[in-house]
C-alpha cells in the first residue's frame, strides 16, 4: 500500500477527469512525454501509416518492488513492450501508456516513474503518443501498475516464424540470465545479500533491428521475460516441433547469480530477464551474429548456447556434469509480478 | 476482493508466464478472441498497413463493480476504447487488451467478462489481436482490471478539431445524460432504489462514420464519459476559445435519472456515460443530422442543445427556471471507478 499522506500524494479526484486529472496531465505527464502527436486530438493521438505490416503488442506492467537495482516500472514498461516489438521484428515507433494508480501513491515517485519511462523512450527511439490514468481506494491496488501498447513498422528484411526453425540451426543469447529476476527478488524480500545484482532492463530494438537486417537467416527471436529462458525455450520447441539442444556450461550466467541462486535454490533458467533475447539463426552466420553482439553492442558474453535438432519439442541440457536434463515450462513455483 | 477458493479461481501461478498461464490462455483468451492475427506473431500482432493517417488511444478501466445493469467491466473496456477512436474521426479496427486479475478472482466470472468483450468486439466490427495477463495478489487489486488499447484509420473525410469550431455552429447530442453513472453508483453502493436504470454503454462508431461521411461541416465529437457532459463542455469551451450556450430544458435527461439524482443530490450533467457523445456541427447541417441520429439509429432523444458563442471559455446553461448557470469542470465531488 502507498505508504505517504497529505497533499504531496495522488487522491482518488486525480482519477475522476475533472479539474485534478487536467491538472495532473498538465503538471507531471504532458512537459515529460511532449511530442507533437501527444497534443494532436483530444481522445486519441494520429500518426501518418505508409505501406507496409505494423505489429502491435501490450503488457501489464505490476512489478513489485517499483524501484528495483538500475531499474523501476516505468523503465521495465518501456523496455517490455519495446522489446516485444523488437523481438518479432519489428521496429518500435509509438507507445501508449495506461496509469492505475493506488490513492495515497506519492507524488514524486509519480514524477520518477515518468522520468523513468521519457528517459527509456529517449534510449529506445519511440515516443509516448497517447495515455490514461486512472485512480483506486487504497487497498485496491499496490501503488502503481501500468500498461503500455507499443506499435511500429515490421521490418522489410524480417523473416521470423516458428516454421523457419530446422534441424541445424544454432541458438545465440546476448548475455548473462537471471539478474533481473533476482535484482527483483532480492530488493523485495530485503534479503541481506546485496551482490552487487541489478536487472538487466534494457531495450533490444537496436540489436535486434541490425541482426534482421545484417543476417538473412535470423529465423526467430524471443526475449526471456516470464517464465524465463527454460519457459521460453520449451514454448519454442514445442511450437516450431523440434527438439532444443543446449550445453550447461556455454550458458551464460554471472558468477554473483550463480551464487545466489544456489543458496535460495533457484535456477536461473527460470528467472525472468528484461534485456536477454535469443535468437535461433543458421549454423553459418551464427558466429558472425555473435560477434556483432559482442563487438557493436558490448554484449561480452553473447554466444552460441545450442542447436536445433529434430524432434517432438523436447528441451535437453547437457549438465556440466556431463549428464542430460530435460527442461519443462515452469510451473508451481510462481515468482508473482517480477514484471 | 475476490470472494471464491478453490480450484476454480485465479491463481498466482496463472500469471507467472509458464504452463498454467498457458492453459489459461487456450482454454478462456483464445477460442473467445479467434481471429487471424492473433496466431501470427508470438510477441506481437501484425498486420498490413495502406496509406493513410491511423490514431491510437489507451484507457484503463477499473469500475466498480464489474458487473452492472445492461454491462460489465469487460464490455466498458471495448466500448470506451472503440468510442474514443470514433469521436475522433477513426474507424476502430483492432484493439489490444491486457488484464491485471487479483488472485483469487472467479474463473466463471472471467469467462463471463471475455465472453462480452467478444461479443461487443463484434457489435463494433473490432479484433482483439493481442494481449496479456498478470495476476496480483490478494488485496493488491480489487478483482480485475482491464486495459484496452485500439488503434484504426482516420476517415478521410474526417476534418475535427477545437479550431474548426466557430460562433453559429450546433451542438447535438445522440441521447439521454447519466444513466452508466447512475445506474454503477446504485448497483456499488446497493441503494434499494431500483427504478431501472441501466448503464448506456454501447460502441458509438457506427453513428459517428455516418455523421462524418455524411455531413461535411461535422467539426468535433467528444464522448461523454468521466467527468460527465459539463466537464467535457467546459473542455471544448477552453481549448476551442468559445463560450457554450445550452438549453437546460433541451437537454435529455431520463425521469428516472432526474428523479433519483434530485433525491441524491447529484447532477446527471456530471455523471459520465459510455454511449453517449455530443458533435459540434454548423446551424445548417445540425437538424439533418439529428435526423439521421433519430431515423437510423433509434436515438429518439438525440437533439440540438446549444450553440456555439464567441467568448473566451464559459460554458452557460440557461435554466429551466429562466436564469443562468455556469458550469465548470468536476471538482471536489469524485465518483471514483466510474469507467
Redesign the interface.
Known amino acids: 500500500m502507498a505508504s505517504s499522506t497529505g497533499n504531496d500524494v495522488i ?3 486525480h ?8 491538472r495532473l496531465l498538465e503538471k507531471y505527464f504532458l512537459p515529460r512525454f511532449d511530442n507533437e502527436l501527444l497534443h494532436q ?22 512489478v513489485d518492488p517499483i524501484f528495483f537495482p538500475a531499474g523501476d516500472i516505468g523503465k521495465l514498461a518501456v523496455c517490455g513492450t519495446v ?3 523488437a ?2 521484428g ?1 521496429k518500435p515507433l ?1 507507445l ?5 494508480i493506488e490513492e495515497g501513491f506519492p507524488l514524486a515517485s509519480l514524477e520518477r516513474i515518468v522520468a523513468s519511462i521519457a528517459k527509456t523512450c529517449s534510449e529506445a527511439g519511440v515516443a509516448i ?9 487504497r ?4 501503488k502503481i ?1 501500468i ?1 503500455t ?3 511500429g513498422y ?1 521490418l522489410p528484411e524480417a523473416r ?3 516454421r523457419r526453425i530446422e534441424p541445424g540451426d544454432c541458438i545465440i543469447i546476448n548475455g548473462p540470465l537471471g539478474n533481473h529476476g533476482l535484482s527483483v527478488l532480492l530488493e523485495r524480500e530485503s534479503f541481506d545479500m546485496d551482490a552487487g545484482i541489478v536487472s538487466d532492463c534494457a531495450p533490444l530494438n537496436g540489436m535486434t533491428e541490425r541482426l534482421i537486417r545484417q543476417f538473412p537467416s535470423v529465423k526467430f527471436m ?2 526471456l ?3 524465463g529462458f527454460a ?1 521460453n525455450a520449451k ?1 519454442i520447441a514445442l ?1 516450431a516441433a523440434v527438439d532444443l539442444r543446449l550445453d550447461e556450461k556455454s550458458i551464460p550466467i554471472d558468477d554473483n547469480v550463480k551464487g545466489i541462486t544456489d543458496i535460495l535454490g533457484l535456477d536461473p533458467l527460470y528467472l ?1 530477464n528484461e534485456g536477454k533475447f535469443l535468437a535461433i539463426i543458421s549454423k553459418k552466420e551464427a558466429g558472425k551474429a555473435v560477434d556483432l553482439l559482442q563487438n557493436e553492442f558490448s554484449c561480452t558474453k553473447s554466444c552460441i548456447i545450442g542447436t536445433i535438432d529434430a524432434g517432438k519439442g523436447d528441451v535437453f541440457l547437457k549438465t556440466e556434469l556431463g549428464g542430460t536434463r530435460r527442461l ?5 513455483a ?5 514484471c
Open positions: 487522491l482518488l479526484a482519477g475522476d477527469g475533472g479539474l485534478l486529472t487536467h486530438l483530444t481522445d486519441a493521438a494520429s500518426f501518418p501509416v505508409k505501406p507496409g505490416h505494423m505489429a502491435i503488442t501490450t503488457d501489464a506492467f505490476v522489446n516485444d516489438l523481438v518479432s519489428a509509438y501508449a501508456a495506461s496509469f492505475i503518443v497517447a495515455g490514461d490514468t486512472k485512480v483506486v481506494g487497498g485496491q491496488a499496490d501498475y500498461t501498447t507499443g506499435i515490421l521470423l516464424g516458428y524471443r526475449d521475460t516470464r517464465g519457459t514454448e511450437q525472468a519443462n515450462m515452469l510451473t508451481g510462481p515468482l508473482p509480478r517480477i
